[in-house]
């Protein structure tokens, strides 16, 4: 293989010998007759003047000096050499030789091409990318610095800096970043994190560091930045430099806080839920508690009176209030857990919702028909009896006022099922859509229908808890058909 | 209640008066009982009669002054501060029973729904006080 080659040559005689090596990289024989002009020949032929007007300049004025010049090898290849002629006296004082070491540097020109190429991928990245590459070439007594955080000021002073354009997305100009410009720009109050990052990063053995800090723009707002380095150590461990990229994670911020705020906004809805479930308990069952007594009262005092047909229907009654105590105190009950932590069960809904189509007591014009048969599901019971008898009791409430028809249906749709309450009432306009799920919202007076805008909204919190989904259809004039799933499976969504 | 004096009923509604008044005859309790409807009218019946009742009962959700807003205004007066009070209402709320005993209340008590219960109730209260001594002779 190619590398180094040595040859002599005889000034005065001209005879020239060369090395194995040299043939080598030459590319020929060894056995090949070794002439100045035969090695000349090997030059490009470009190069072949400079080379030899170099050599003879040398020679003339008695001096070493080295050149580069590409040979054209015998099979043809071309490789850059350096040569290291010395000239050397004989003791007469005139007669000279000359030896010479040939290196082929052809290599290290490669290297320099692929340095040049990948400092333009670089340089491309840096751009394309907007995020902000630094780099920084530590100076002076890092190990002294390492010791003192307060010293950090001296170290970043000493430093050689260099940043990508893309600080400009901060509005500023890339002319005088230094590292002590970049930390000034660091929020005051993070500027001790960052401070104590560095100084972290000196005193230890690591290769990678990061940190978290608001940096301020040009125009004086603060972005959200995470940077992120490699250490560059020497062989003792000293750091003698890094390479980072700050990040603008600014986006990521805001959307971490606007998520916390909505989560606040999702915990003030539920302490309304709870206040306005605390006012309803006391308003639903004052009322029925006086119906309870008076329905007992009259059994007590006037049973003798009533016939078999009175006194069950009282008792129908009776129990019916009850019922009705049980769903308010889920109301409350369901407000306070908030989160829903009933324990789910198999409930069979071809029991249950006939149960709550007949405590809706539908009155006599409206008739409320279960079509097809309803499966068993794994759900929290009292919930999923709260979403019947509120979509059931709204279809009744709001369908057709002479001659209303609700139905109730469900249908098979891969892995859940799809219930459908079907009314003929008036419709719904589609701008209220969402409205109608939202807390406290009703589309009419809330005196006139007795609606409180509760119940749909707890329909959608039970069934999206259990993993489902409820939406609606409905045209004015076209009646209301709402739709909600369930999963078939007990899993937890 | 041993001393025959009247019992105060602080209630709005009608058929929980009602209530309260056949439990006291289903349970042969002769104390007369008188009703205010609010706080502002129980506190008006008891400035203008000499002889103070010996319990109040007091519902804590009603219009115009609610129970516990009565509860603080007796338990400031001098004169009316040593009536024992015993909230009678629906409230479950964790924070309306702490202000009741904050404000001194002698009892606190569920409203049952069912009839019979209210009356074991009623019976359990009007013992108590019957086996107690009164505030006042």
């Not at chain 1, 350096?82 to 290599?107: C, F, I, K, N, W």
């Not at chain 1, 971490?256 to 302490?271: D, G, I, T």
């Not at chain 1, 309870?292 to 009282?314: C, F, H, T």
């Not at chain 1, 919190?461 to 739709?483: A, D, Q």
């Amino acid at each position: 293989m190619a590398g180094v080659g040595s040859w002599e040559w005889e000034v005065k005689t001209g005879a020239m010998r060369w090395s194995e090596q040299m043939c080598c990289m030459l590319g020929v024989a060894t056995s090949a007759k070794a002439s100045f002009e035969a090695l000349l020949a090997f030059a490009h032929p470009d190069d072949q003047a400079r080379v030899r007007a170099q050599l003879e300049q040398s020679v003339a004025e008695n001096r070493a000096y080295s050149a580069e010049f590409r040979i054209v090898r015998g099979d043809g290849a071309e490789i850059s050499v350096s040569a290291y002629p010395e000239l050397m006296e004989d003791t007469g004082g005139h007669q000279r030789r000359v030896t010479g070491v040939l290196h082929d540097v052809t290599g290290r020109a490669e290297a320099a091409e692929r340095l040049r190429v990948s400092e333009e991928r670089f340089q491309m990245v840096a751009r394309a990318t907007r995020d902000v590459i630094w780099d920084v070439q530590l100076r002076g007594a890092v190990n002294d610095v390492a010791d003192d955080p307060r010293r950090i000021g001296d170290l970043v002073g000493g430093a050689e800096f260099w940043i990508s354009d893309s600080i400009r997305g901060f509005g500023y100009d890339v002319a005088g970043v230094t590292l002590a410009w970049l930390l000034e720009r660091v929020h005051p109050s993070d500027r001790e994190v960052v401070v104590y990052a560095i100084h972290h990063a000196l005193a230890g053995t690591g290769t990678s560091w990061s940190v978290e800090y608001r940096f301020r723009r040009a125009d004086g707002s603060y972005a959200d930045i995470f940077d992120r380095a490699h250490m560059l150590r020497d062989a003792k461990g000293a750091v003698v430099g890094a390479i980072g990229s700050m990040q603008d994670v600014s986006a990521r911020k805001e959307a971490e806080r606007r998520q916390e705020s909505s989560l606040k906004e999702l915990e003030e809805a539920n302490r309304q839920l709870a206040e306005f479930a605390y006012v309803v308990s006391h308003d639903l069952k004052a009322p029925l508690r006086g119906i309870s007594s008076l329905a007992d009262w009259i059994v007590r005092d006037s049973g003798d009176k009533l016939d078999d047909e009175g006194r069950e229907q009282l008792g129908l009654l009776l129990v019916r209030v009850r019922r009705m105590n049980d769903l308010v105190e889920g109301i409350l009950q369901y407000s306070r857990v908030g989160r829903a932590n009933e324990e789910r069960s198999s409930v069979a809904l071809a029991e249950l919702v006939p149960q709550i189509v007949d405590l809706i007591g539908a009155p006599s014009h409206v008739t409320v028909e279960i079509e097809g048969a309803l499966p068993v599901v794994v759900a929290p019971r009292t919930q999923i009896a709260q979403v019947f008898q509120n979509l059931v009791g709204n279809a009744v409430k709001f369908c057709d006022p002479s001659c209303g028809r609700v139905v109730v249906a469900c249908s098979e749709r891969g892995d859940r099922w799809q219930f459908e309450i079907k009314d003929n009432g008036r419709g719904i306009e589609e701008r209220h859509f969402e409205r109608i799920f939202q807390l406290f919202q009703t589309l009419g007076s809330r005196d006139k229908n007795g609606s409180t805008g509760i119940g749909l909204t707890i329909v959608k919190k039970i069934v999206e808890s259990t993993g489902g989904r409820v939406w609606l259809e409905s045209r004015i004039g076209e009646g209301s058909r709402f739709f909600f799933t369930l999963p078939k499976t007990s899993e937890n969504p | 209640m041993r001393n025959g004096k009247p019992v105060l009923l602080v209630e709005d509604d009608i058929v929980d008066q009602m209530t309260v008044k056949r439990a006291f005859r289903e349970l042969r309790v002769t104390n007369p009982l008188l009703t205010a409807e609010n706080g502002e009218d129980a506190l008006e019946q008891l400035a203008g009669t000499r002889e103070l009742p010996c319990m109040i009962l007091l519902d804590v959700n009603m219009p115009l002054m609610n129970g516990l807003e009565l509860l603080r205004a007796l338990k400031e007066d001098e004169r009316l501060r040593q009536i024992p009070v015993v909230m009678l209402t629906t409230s479950r709320d964790e924070r309306d029973k702490l202000a009741s005993f904050a404000s001194s209340v002698a009892g606190y008590m569920i409203k049952p729904v069912d009839y019979s219960q209210f009356v074991e109730l009623m019976r359990t209260v009007a013992l108590y006080w019957t086996l107690s001594e009164p505030a006042a002779a």
